[in-house]
């Protein structure tokens, strides 16, 4: 394999390695932010078409 | 319809997500097209469709499946609730026939790898040459003759197709949490631990242990890795035609002594192909948008239906990250490991370049053999197949859940009774693709018309639908209600724009050159069976899918909540 090779694996490796290992120590390190969306599902999301609007 | 099952935890549904993305192409696929394409150029295109197209659809469709789920699971109420056209019934009954049909094939390439696993196991394989694999895999899996794999023994797939079919909905049966969760929760770390044995192992091969000068590990990797290519051409009819690719001083010196020997009437020559070069290659695009496109379970309803048992309240931003970065860490940092550089060091690049674009030859001819020339080679074949069949057992539970969702929620019927008729009509379904396995014809043209085509229609019509008639905008203020990671306001400008436009591209690109043959393409051998007549079972296949879209359609246009949702 070419320095050009080692590169290219290395890097792509890496990259999507740490991607997953943050994504995985954020889940496993988050709370639950149950204020940001309040007002998201204040009304049925099914409600305004069975009222035919 | 009231909500009965969810997801107990957000790991959970995290992993049973990734499981349904981790499948066989992550293995055997994804490092085959790495290597087709030359590393360096597939990876750039691979990572800017992973950003532009992969991400942007998960996160859409998870945004849709919660906030869907606290009344449906399935894809037809999906996109009616959303949108409300009598078209969206028409796509609906498409869009439900796609995970139907790809379950039906999909488990009989599952009992294959149990199959394999067994045989492995059990010490039933021994060939010595890639013809004497193929010839045990056309036995096994019946290739010569129609319903020739129908026989209980180890040596045919029947037995195996019967205990994975069985398992699948044994799964299913025992519910979202209990079945589906629990299962993946202890799937998807064995999968990512065996995996991690067998990087290992082939990391380990040295040149004693495949008895081979010629061709190394180090080969295999830059076969995969190179960002130059390297080729040997010969002048056919005044033109340049690729005859072998070539990695190491070694090789690129004997072949430039072989092109300057070569006769005129024979001419040869060395050439590399720079970075460059490889990215104006319009092929390497459409290569890399459908590897990403179709190992990520976009575009089949999964993603929704599996998310509609989120709860409300459940964060979708940072989770279908997470999933998708499982995905991509099976598949870059695993799958471009195992396969293509054990196959080299083992069989040189000769005898593998050929397979690279086959996910069965790779898979199910190449490398039984090479298992079996690896030190403790049955041990290490066994802890592939099993690898595989983990892969594919948590995709293929995925793909049945759409299809229970739609049939519960269109009978208006209890879920074990749905369960039931599902399992009646998969079977025969799978059966089908079972039975008819002279050339995989039937397997191939369900796969080729529902699998690439139907699905890119369906992906790229909902990509539009959610993104312009719904709002891109809306999706981003959705998405980001109660979840952990926020996405910027401007991010709907992916989701309008870029998705859908490079989908578009990616498929015309792929079906004018590929399909139909214009611009120097040529037309696809299943548009050649289709209207030639020589295939009946090619004809039949897609007489099927066409009936299947109407049976379901009538169902979707007779059912009761429909009329009563809609009207």
Redo the contacts between chains.
């Keep these: 394999?070419?320095l050009?090779?080692?590169?290219?694996?290395l890097l792509?490796?890496s990259?999507?390695?740490s991607?997953?290992a943050?994504?995985?120590v954020?889940?496993?390190t988050?709370k639950?932010?149950?204020m940001?969306?309040k007002n998201?599902?204040k009304e049925?999301?099914?409600e305004p078409?069975?009222s035919g609007k | 319809m009231s909500k009965k099952d969810n997801w107990s935890s957000?790991?959970g549904v995290?992993l049973a997500v990734a499981g349904s993305a981790v499948g066989l192409g992550n293995f055997l696929k994804f490092p085959g097209q790495v290597a087709l394409y030359g590393?360096?150029a597939f990876?750039i295109a691979y990572?800017l469709s992973f950003i532009l197209v992969g991400l942007p659809f998960a996160m859409m469709e998870w945004t849709v499946g919660r906030?869907?789920g606290?009344?449906y699971h399935s894809v037809p109420w999906t996109y009616y609730?959303f949108f409300?056209k009598p078209s969206a019934k028409i796509v609906a009954a498409i869009a439900v026939v796609i995970p139907f049909v790809i379950c039906s094939y999909y488990t009989y390439i599952e009992a294959w790898c149990l199959g394999y696993a067994v045989n492995f196991a059990a010490g039933a394989l021994d060939f010595s040459s890639t013809k004497e694999a193929a010839e045990f895999f056309g036995n096994f899996v019946g290739v010569n003759e129609n319903g020739s794999a129908l026989e209980f023994s180890l040596s045919k797939v029947w037995i195996f197709f019967l205990v994975v079919f069985g398992i699948n909905f044994l799964l299913i049966y025992l519910g979202i949490s209990k079945g589906i969760e629990k299962f993946c929760k202890i799937a998807m770390p064995l999968l990512i631990l065996l995996a991690l044995i067998l990087v290992v192992r082939v990391a380990t091969i040295t040149p004693e242990h495949t008895g081979r000068t010629d061709s190394s590990i180090?080969?295999g990797?830059?076969f995969?890795?190179?960002?130059?290519k390297v080729v040997l051409e010969e002048k056919q009819n005044g033109k340049w035609v690729e005859i072998k690719r070539l990695?190491g001083d070694a090789d690129i010196q004997k072949a430039k002594t072989e092109a300057a020997k070569s006769a005129p009437q024979k001419e040869m020559r060395v050439k590399e192909i720079s970075l460059f070069k490889q990215l104006l290659n319009p092929s390497i695009w459409i290569a890399a948008v459908g590897q990403l496109f179709f190992s990520m379970s976009v575009g089949m309803g999964i993603i929704i239906s599996y998310t509609s048992y989120l709860k409300?309240?459940?964060?979708v931003v940072?989770?279908s990250?997470?999933s998708a970065?499982?995905n991509?860490?099976c598949e870059?940092?695993l799958g471009?490991?195992i396969t293509v550089p054990a196959a080299v060091a083992f069989l040189g690049i000769s005898g593998v370049a050929g397979a690279c674009a086959s996910l069965f030859d790779l898979g199910f001819n190449v490398l039984p053999l090479v298992f079996l020339k690896m030190p403790v080679g049955e041990f290490f074949g066994f802890i592939f197949f099993m690898l595989l069949f983990l892969a594919a057992i948590t995709s293929s539970i995925s793909i049945l859940q759409p299809s229970l969702a739609f049939l519960q929620e269109v009978l208006g019927v209890a879920r074990n009774f749905a369960l039931f008729i599902l399992a009646v009509l998969m079977f025969l379904m799978s059966f089908y693709s079972f039975y008819f396995s002279k050339g995989l014809v039937a397997l191939d043209s369900l796969d080729f018309w529902v699998g690439q085509t139907l699905i890119f229609i369906i992906a790229t019509w909902e990509i539009i639908m959610f993104s312009w008639t719904y709002g891109a905008e809306k999706l981003v203020?959705?998405a980001?209600?109660?979840?952990?990671?926020k996405l910027p306001k401007n991010y709907s400008i992916i989701w309008r724009y870029f998705t859908p436009a490079i989908l578009i591209l990616v498929f015309l690109g792929w079906f004018l050159k590929d399909v139909l043959g214009v611009f120097g393409g040529k037309l696809s051998y299943q548009i050649e069976n289709l209207t030639s007549g020589k295939e009946p079972v090619a004809q039949a296949s897609f007489a099927l899918i066409v009936a299947l879209i109407f049976l379901f359609g009538i169902m979707i246009f007779k059912s009761k909540e429909f009329k009563e949702?809609?009207k």
């Design positions: 394999m070419t050009g090779g080692w590169i290219t694996f792509s490796v990259v999507f390695t991607f997953f943050f994504c995985i954020k889940v496993l988050s639950p932010q149950k940001m969306g998201m599902f049925d999301f099914f078409e069975k | 957000s790991m995290i590393g360096a990876m990572v906030k869907i606290d009344k609730s409300r180090n080969q990797m830059g995969m890795w190179n960002p130059t990695v409300k309240t459940d964060d940072l989770s990250i997470t970065s499982a991509e860490f870059v940092c471009g490991m203020k959705d980001n209600a109660y979840s952990l990671m949702d809609g």
